[in-house]
């Protein structure tokens, strides 16, 4: 089924303990779009300035990624983003963010995307994921990221959110602060009863935790990699191979649900393997099986 | 067959968000001996001050717990801990530490004691659990805890010590800090490197990863609990759980490690529902049992 996917394209500068890429592409909808592609076609809908260097047509080469919702507007400004990662890359500083064209006045979604059934919507202010939403006439599978800062200062916003998603793929912290409780299962149910049907609790090298409504759970933690450069994109990897997973299968039962975890945890394992898009766009599709398998012989008892 | 622990006896005052238990039973060697003995008889082998109000006999009521390698030395006072676990409790401060008879001449191990199969060195001086170690005639499968200090200032002895144990059960920053190494994986290898056959790096409540010499490796979340009053006692009670599971079987071949961290994972999620010993006492073996299938059925797909 289709998979619509909003969110930042961006120009990033990235520092990690293992180097420094600059310059480099990035944004949640790029990271998103690179992941579900392995799995599913991909209608990628965001905005970028007229300076932006990378030719998409390109960048997605070989993969079936729509682009007609990609605006390039004359005159406007890249999104820009640069952080830091230290030491176990656990914790990152953001050293400059120039919101740029996101400022702006939004895309305007393109008729043939009206139709789409499965939706991610990329961490931005939820007011704008709301209405980005309601341009969808009638999606069977609706997933948001959220952060802290929209936690902090939107809630009234993010509620209205909550009541009209199906799924809230979310950062442990996030969770704990979202819920005000911090036992995280705790935490993942006090989100349930704000509306989703399905909360993804992400915690980096910790694995994650899939919750829903029916009391459903499945626990999971991360593969094991030895091979980390550059967290950046992660989260995003992850939900890019679920919601590209969930769209292929055109289903979202719980056990479809827990094949999707997997499939986001093996690609974020990935895509944390190099600079910018360079740990995704290595991998062939049989990586990704051979290493959902091994993370099976990893976990079975 | 045979299991044998020496580490420390304590009195407890615990602060956490939930409550606080003042005077209470705790010490390594204590939480391990309860996890234990849902599997195996133990051996305790400590020593308390005569100052000490808790009646072994009846704390043990009904276990096969084995005291005779238990000192009570006159006029000497009881090893005392004082600490205060903040917000979500993965953070502690500790207020009070009394080492008192822990500092003077150890016990002396009973010759009852000297044919035991399975041994556990709990967290103590580098030099002393080698000296324990020591006294037992042949050991099987010979396992230790350690912690920063140790890391810190007893590097020589804790290397002489990791070349004679079969196994190092160790929290996931101090693997980090003994290998000098960031990534959990590779940190763990350089551990093996040091001497181990086995290393199984516990990281609370993101779970644990078991990884041996020959390649195997086997990572495994914490059970999701909902109730955590006090989480005193979880790395002891895990390595208890670990243990007797493998005395019973008497074996410690990959499969049998793999099955023991899962007991380890289940019986902590016990001792943490409440102070002191309370969350151990209160469970029966089949509710062990019933958690373990809980959580294969949480992680399996």
Same mark, same amino acid.
């Given at each position: 089924?289709?998979?619509?996917?909003?969110?930042?394209?961006?120009?990033?500068?990235?520092?990690?303990?293992?180097?420094?890429?600059?310059?480099?592409?990035?944004?949640?909808?790029?990271?998103?779009?690179?992941?579900?592609?392995?799995?599913?076609?991909?209608?990628?809908?965001?905005?970028?300035?007229?300076?932006?260097?990378?030719?998409?047509?390109?960048?997605?080469?070989?993969?079936?990624?729509?682009?007609?919702?990609?605006?390039?507007?004359?005159?406007?400004?890249?999104?820009?983003?640069?952080?830091?990662?230290?030491?176990?890359?656990?914790?990152?500083?953001?050293?400059?963010?120039?919101?740029?064209?996101?400022?702006?006045?939004?895309?305007?979604?393109?008729?043939?995307?009206?139709?789409?059934?499965?939706?991610? *919507? &990329?961490?931005?202010?939820?007011?704008?994921?709301?209405? $980005?939403?309601?341009? /969808?006439?009638?999606? @069977?599978?609706? %997933?948001?990221?959220?952060?802290?800062?929209?936690?902090?200062?939107?809630?009234?916003?993010?509620?209205?959110?909550?009541?009209?998603?199906?799924?809230?793929?979310?950062?442990?912290?996030?969770?704990?602060?979202?819920?005000?409780?911090?036992?995280?299962?705790?935490?993942?149910?006090?989100?349930?009863?704000?509306?989703?049907?399905?909360?993804?609790?992400?915690?980096?090298?910790?694995?994650?935790?899939?919750?829903?409504?029916?009391?459903?759970?499945?626990?999971?933690?991360?593969?094991?990699?030895?091979?980390?450069?550059?967290?950046?994109?992660?989260?995003?990897?992850?939900?890019?191979?679920?919601?590209?997973? *969930? &769209?292929?299968?055109?289903?979202?039962?719980?056990?479809? $649900?827990?094949?999707? /975890?997997?499939?986001? @945890?093996?690609? %974020?394992?990935?895509?944390?393997?190099?600079?910018?898009?360079?740990?995704?766009?290595?991998?062939?599709?049989?990586?990704?099986?051979?290493?959902?398998?091994?993370?099976?012989?990893?976990?079975?008892?």
């Amino acid at each position: 089924m289709s998979l619509l996917v909003t969110g930042s394209i961006a120009i990033d500068n990235v520092k990690t303990p293992y180097g420094v890429s600059e310059n480099c592409l990035g944004g949640s909808a790029v990271y998103f779009s690179m992941a579900a592609s392995f799995f599913s076609p991909v209608r990628l809908f965001g905005i970028i300035g007229s300076d932006c260097p990378f030719d998409f047509g390109e960048v997605f080469a070989g993969r079936d990624v729509e682009l007609t919702g990609l605006e390039i507007r004359e005159g406007s400004k890249t999104f820009r983003w640069a952080g830091t990662y230290h030491g176990d890359m656990n914790e990152r500083t953001t050293d400059k963010l120039e919101l740029n064209v996101l400022e702006e006045e939004p895309p305007s979604m393109p008729d043939a995307y009206k139709d789409s059934k499965f939706i991610f *919507l &990329a961490n931005t202010l939820p007011a704008l994921q709301l209405q $980005l939403l309601e341009q /969808v006439d009638k999606p @069977t599978f609706a %997933a948001a990221d959220t952060m802290d800062c929209w936690i902090d200062g939107h809630i009234d916003d993010l509620q209205r959110l909550l009541k009209r998603i199906d799924c809230l793929i979310i950062n442990d912290d996030e969770a704990r602060m979202l819920a005000g409780e911090n036992n995280l299962i705790c935490a993942a149910q006090k989100v349930l009863n704000m509306g989703p049907r399905v909360v993804v609790v992400k915690k980096g090298e910790s694995g994650s935790i899939l919750c829903e409504t029916g009391g459903g759970r499945f626990v999971l933690p991360a593969y094991p990699v030895t091979e980390v450069k550059d967290p950046t994109g992660a989260g995003d990897s992850f939900a890019g191979a679920m919601m590209g997973y *969930l &769209a292929k299968v055109g289903s979202c039962d719980f056990e479809s $649900l827990k094949t999707a /975890v997997v499939y986001g @945890t093996v690609v %974020a394992s990935f895509a944390i393997a190099d600079f910018s898009l360079r740990g995704l766009t290595a991998i062939e599709k049989g990586e990704i099986e051979n290493r959902f398998e091994a993370l099976r012989k990893l976990t079975s008892f």
